[in-house]
């Protein structure tokens, strides 16, 4: 929030989802969604918008997270490479430091650890959104946790 505020981004949240549960690794799920909103933060220019959605696909038994900024946005073909390893989107490589890891630990922690799936669309100038979506919880599952 912080950094945010110091560029005078508008970060906008919701409540959380109380009633569907994933079965996850709370630090590491912090992880990924700190990572995917300092990015979004680094790549949005001041004034800039940064919005966190959270949903329940209960037909495809999913919660979905999402991160939309209006930031600098990436070119169409290199949006298959974003989440790999020491990638960084070469139009974008002047408007922020970094090492290209992050966005390979979000896919590695949501798909390899917790058997979910990535994603992104973005638009160049005009914004990104990045996400995950995990699988919901089942009931047993739910049971057996909470009397843990």
Avoid: C, W
Wanted: proline share 2%; hydrophobic share 35%.
């Amino acid at each position: 929030r912080s950094y945010a505020e110091e560029k005078k981004i508008n970060v906008i949240g919701q409540e959380p989802i109380v009633f569907d549960q994933v079965y996850a690794d709370r630090d590491m799920i912090s992880q990924v969604i700190v990572n995917l909103l300092s990015n979004a933060v680094k790549y949005t220019s001041s004034g800039g918008t940064v919005k966190i959605e959270t949903e329940v696909d209960e037909i495809g038994n999913t919660a979905r997270v999402s991160v939309t900024d209006t930031g600098v946005g990436i070119p169409q073909d290199e949006l298959d490479q974003v989440f790999d390893k020491f990638y960084r989107v070469k139009a974008n490589n002047s408007k922020a430091k970094g090492t290209g890891l992050g966005l390979n630990l979000v896919k590695q922690i949501i798909e390899k650890i917790h058997n979910g799936r990535v994603f992104v669309s973005s638009k160049q100038d005009q914004g990104s959104t990045f996400g995950f979506e995990l699988p919901l919880a089942k009931a047993e599952t739910v049971e057996t946790v909470n009397k843990s």
